[in-house]
């Protein structure tokens, strides 16, 4: 009997789970543990801004129903902490001091919310916003504040301010750079979605970082910004990003950059064990950079591959889109693949305006390598698809940004999907 253990129970730990214990029977008597850190069975991320709002209790956000862990005889640890890797015996500790042998490990100990940095940053009242501990600590916080500041115009940022205003509060959303969610869209479609959040009630202030989070006799009072200036806040939420949690990967020796490095099989530098999700590092699709990615979809799909690969099934990784996001703000849906914005010359960029909605797309090489949706995303698993795909599109430019664009329209295309991976139509985003 073979033993796998993974460390991390969300996106990418389940689905190595559920691969290890459905590869064709071979890993069917062999022992499964999954060790978190979290006391709960593993729950959508994406979601927690609902528990925020007063809108979600835990059981909607549950991603397996009850009794799951036991039907396929997984062993289950939760609440429980791994402070060491002894990679050289296959061997983990715990926060009690207990051992943990294994055959196979599997690090999915997905990211961290990045710090503010700034003073004041441990004030009661300054938040990250990742867990859904976290979520419940916010929402009680709410119950007793009036006006809130939200630093960071991301996703998990923006959808954290609609929260707090549907709560009644005043918010502020403070971006350092000239445009919200600049991530996943350029400055136009940015626009549109800006307005639909002002009117919801919402304000930004562009161009400044935080410089204090002011307290007066433990009480959390405002922020002062870069340029001097005071925001009042009974709460601040600070929503700048993650940083890969690779702790216990660089402690254990194991090669490390931004995130913990991997193999085309997932594996890392140490023998038995391999990585996947946020933690990790993988190969973008597009640019063939490697860099850290917090998309649930690659989450999963890494997970799924990891599990494979460590039940002995040589599944390789071919990298994916580390930019592939789908989002609603006030009713203005946003989609996003790729790239968002022209990397200089050989790059095409156009882009078509109507009626409240938005759409660009960019290509080199007569190839599609990313496009922005905003206001009707209709076709958005296409674009993915041809994106993912390295589908040469060329000639197709109009059909490209036409709303009514379809799989009829460039079937020679879409001919290079055959066979390739699946690209989900409604495409889930966890900035986490």
Request: proline residues 5%.
């Amino acid at each position: 009997m073979r033993r796998f253990l993974i460390i991390g129970n969300g996106a990418a730990g389940l689905a190595a789970a559920e691969a290890i214990r459905g590869d064709a029977g071979r890993a069917g008597g062999d022992d499964i543990t999954i060790v978190s850190d979290e006391p709960h069975p593993a729950y959508s991320r994406c979601l927690i801004p609902g528990v925020v709002a007063g809108e979600l209790g835990f059981e909607a956000l549950s991603l397996r129903p009850p009794g799951f862990y036991g039907s396929l005889g997984f062993k289950t640890l939760f609440g429980r902490r791994v402070t060491g890797i002894d990679s050289a015996r296959h061997r983990v500790i715990l926060e009690n001091g207990t051992g943990l042998e294994y055959d196979a490990l599997l690090l999915a100990t997905g990211a961290r919310p990045a710090p503010a940095g700034v003073p004041g940053s441990e004030s009661p009242g300054v938040f990250s916003l990742r867990t859904y501990e976290d979520a419940t600590r916010i929402a009680a916080a709410a119950e007793e504040a009036s006006s809130a500041v939200v630093v960071g115009g991301g996703l998990v940022g923006l959808k954290a301010a609609v929260a707090l205003r549907k709560r009644g509060l005043k918010v502020t959303v403070v971006v350092k750079s000239p445009w919200i969610l600049s991530k996943q869209l350029d400055r136009w479609g940015a626009v549109l979605v800006q307005e639909a959040l002002a009117a919801l009630g919402i304000g930004f202030i562009f161009g400044q970082n935080p410089a204090e989070f002011a307290q007066k006799r433990g009480r959390l009072m405002g922020v002062r910004l870069e340029d001097g200036a005071r925001l009042a806040a009974g709460l601040v939420i600070v929503g700048k990003g993650v940083v890969p949690e690779v702790r216990l990967a660089r402690e254990a020796g194991i090669n490390v950059a931004a995130g913990v490095l991997v193999d085309r099989h997932l594996r890392t530098s140490a023998p038995g064990v391999y990585a996947a999700g946020d933690c990790c590092e993988v190969s973008d699709l597009v640019t063939g950079e490697r860099s850290p990615s917090a998309l649930w979809t690659l989450a999963v799909e890494q997970g799924r591959l990891a599990g494979l690969n460590m039940a002995g099934r040589a599944a390789p990784y071919e990298g994916g889109l580390t930019r592939l996001n789908t989002v609603e703000f006030g009713g203005i849906p946003v989609a996003s693949a790729g790239l968002v914005t022209a990397r200089g010359n050989g790059f095409q960029e156009l882009s078509r305006s109507a009626r409240g909605a938005y759409r660009k797309i960019i290509l080199k090489d007569g190839r599609l390598v990313g496009a922005v949706l905003v206001g009707d995303i209709s076709r958005a698993g296409v674009y993915a698809a041809l994106i993912r795909r390295r589908a040469v599109v060329e000639g197709l430019e109009p059909e490209l940004l036409s709303a009514r664009m379809g799989a009829n329209h460039f079937p020679g295309a879409l001919a290079a999907l055959a066979g390739g991976p699946a690209v989900p139509q409604a495409l889930e985003k966890m900035e986490s």
